[in-house]
Each structure stands twice: as structure tokens, then as C-alpha cells.
């Protein structure tokens, strides 16, 4: 239910809304410590009306930052690819979700996260500690776990409008709390996250 409601707030945004919004937010998030100083970031391309995220991905990847984009494997899990440009990606349908694009070369295996330096989370709200909900598919939970099981500690930040900054989300005792939202307005951190 929750979910439906954030997604039909984000389906009222005109397309000017949206990429007034993701220039804003490569902004926002290219302030951020924790990207200035990455030597990898694993993150993702937005779709529909999802916060955008190209540009960002172009600044990063300009600024010598090595930057891994999911591809959505059958059993849910992500494996992983470079992105080296707005031509590297490939448009992919799974089945009757929405599609996708993901990175059309080399996989790098679902390992491949666990060298980043930060990951970009998408979601569609974050509560007051921190804890993220997600489309519920639970692959960036597989994620989570996965980079808690190797020891790897990269920052987590979910990028996000303004309205989706809420009080309460529902959370499960495998949910992790993220570093930090980054919006259109700016960058809020959590507290008892390191």
C-alpha cells in the first residue's frame, strides 16, 4: 500500500519536474564526501520517474571514478558491469516488470559491489534512521547482505525527492540503515550510521 502511494506521487511528475530534479540532485551528491573521495561507486540508471541519475553517473565517471551498474539477474540477485558512457548501456525487458538498462558489457559478477567505495541505493522513501524502503523485489537487500558477509563497509546513500523523506517506513530485522539521503533540496545524514 505504502508503496503504491509514493509511486503514484511520482508518476504525477511532468518530465521538466524530473529533470529539474536530477540536476539538482548530481549536485547535492556530488558534494558529498563520500563520492568526492570514491575510487568506485556502484549506483544505477533511473528509470521512468525515478530521481535521475545520468548525469551524475557521467560526473563521476569524468572525475576518473570507476562506476558499476547493476544487471538484473532471473533469480533477483545483481550482477555487475562498467559504465563507460551513456552508450554503454542496453535497454532490457524482465518479463512484466519494467525495464531496465543496464551495462551491455563484460559481468563482473555479484561480487563485484563489494569493491565499492559507496553505493547509490535507489528507493522510494527513507524514514528518520535511516532505513530505506524499497520496490520490495529485495535485490538490494541480496546487496546489502552480500557486502556484509565480505566485511565491505562503502557508504550508502539513497537518492530520493524531497516528499519521500518521511517519518516512519516499515522495516524488517534484515534491513540496514542507510548514511544518508541525498535529494533535489539537499543532503540529510542519519545518526548511530557510520
Not at 521538466?16 to 549506483?43: H, I, K, S
Amino acid at each position: 500500500m505504502l508503496r503504491r502511494e509514493f509511486l503514484a506521487v511520482r508518476n504525477r511528475l511532468t518530465a521538466d519536474d524530473v529533470r529539474e530534479a536530477a540536476a539538482a540532485l548530481a549536485g547535492r551528491a556530488l558534494e558529498l564526501p563520500e563520492l568526492a573521495r570514491a575510487r568506485t561507486v556502484a549506483a544505477y540508471v533511473s528509470v521512468e520517474s525515478e530521481p535521475g541519475t545520468l548525469a551524475l553517473l557521467d560526473t563521476l565517471r569524468t572525475r576518473g571514478v570507476r562506476v558499476l551498474l547493476p544487471a538484473l539477474l532471473p533469480d533477483h540477485d545483481l550482477d555487475w558491469g562498467a559504465y563507460t558512457g551513456e552508450g554503454s548501456l542496453e535497454r532490457v525487458q524482465h518479463g512484466g516488470k519494467m525495464a531496465l538498462f543496464e551495462p551491455a558489457g563484460e559481468r563482473l559478477g555479484p561480487d563485484a559491489v563489494t569493491a565499492a567505495d559507496a553505493v547509490l541505493l535507489p528507493g522510494l522513501a527513507v524514514d528518520a534512521r535511516g532505513m530505506r524502503l524499497g520496490r520490495g523485489g529485495g535485490s538490494y537487500d541480496r546487496v546489502l547482505a552480500r557486502l556484509e558477509r565480505a566485511g565491505a563497509h562503502p557508504a550508502l546513500v539513497v537518492l530520493l525527492y524531497d516528499s519521500e523523506v518521511v517519518e516512519h517506513v516499515p522495516a524488517e530485522a534484515h534491513d540496514r540503515p542507510v548514511q544518508a539521503v541525498v535529494t533535489p533540496s539537499g543532503v540529510r545524514r542519519f545518526p548511530g550510521t557510520s
